[in-house]
């Protein structure tokens, strides 16, 4: 049997597709930082696509005025997310994404590396049924950096048998920035042509792989083992 494989997978882009997300989620953290920091405050994700919900908001903050500690941001994170409520409108899985997870997690090892803070991470993938795939993670209140990100999760991929062998490791996502990740840790990086970036665009950070769907990821592990 052939060695077991590490996926990593980014959420938005990658498993699903959400337009109105981005328009609910900045709504209910106005909301919320308002009342945590007791002022009004504005949410402007303008130039931020592809970062850590903590560099965001730390960036949002600080156009504000506003300059909280990393405690500050954990407990907000905390209430933030057990208050978020996951809006189901316009909430899709990209096109082979079921069948794909399913028949990975029967033979190899699935976990996250995404932007989104853990609890709504997980409160969206369990409103589309696929949050059971991936028992570990890192997520974007944990790091300013992506690439961090992918090194938290190699971490904890040990817990579940992983035997650090970064040949083994795919990380899968719809971004540069994802590539980019990838790249720093030295996992094998591919670029999934479902979001906003192009294959061009992703093509200019010379991904291991480019596919066009979930679907593509069988030819991924075929060439890999050949």
Do not use: C
């Not at 294959?199 to 075929?222: A, F, T």
């Amino acid at each position: 049997m052939s060695e077991r494989k590490v996926f990593l997978f980014d959420i938005d882009g990658t498993l699903i597709s959400s337009p109105e997300f981005l328009k609910d989620y900045s709504t209910q953290l106005r909301e919320e930082l308002s009342s945590y920091f007791a002022r009004p405050l504005e949410v402007d994700f303008s130039g931020l696509h592809g970062n850590t919900e903590r560099k965001n908001l730390r960036i949002i903050l600080e156009r504000q005025g506003i300059n909280p500690s990393e405690n500050q941001f954990d407990e907000f994170f905390k209430e933030f997310g057990d208050n978020y409520l996951v809006s189901s409108k316009n909430l899709i899985l990209l096109p082979w994404v079921s069948e794909t997870i399913k028949e990975l997690s029967d033979r190899h090892l699935l976990g996250l590396v995404t932007g989104n803070q853990e609890i709504v991470a997980r409160k969206r993938l369990e409103s589309v049924r696929l949050n059971k795939y991936f028992p570990f993670g890192s997520f974007g209140n944990e790091d300013y950096e992506r690439s961090n990100l992918v090194r938290n999760a190699l971490n904890r991929a040990r817990e579940y048998g992983w035997e650090r062998n970064k040949s083994n490791v795919y990380l899968v996502g719809d971004t540069t920035k994802d590539v980019e990740a990838g790249k720093i840790e030295g996992v094998i990086t591919v670029a999934v042509a479902t979001g906003s970036a192009s294959k061009d665009e992703l093509s200019g950070l010379n991904p291991d792989y480019i596919i066009s769907n979930l679907s593509e990821i069988r030819q991924v592990l075929y060439s890999s083992i050949t």
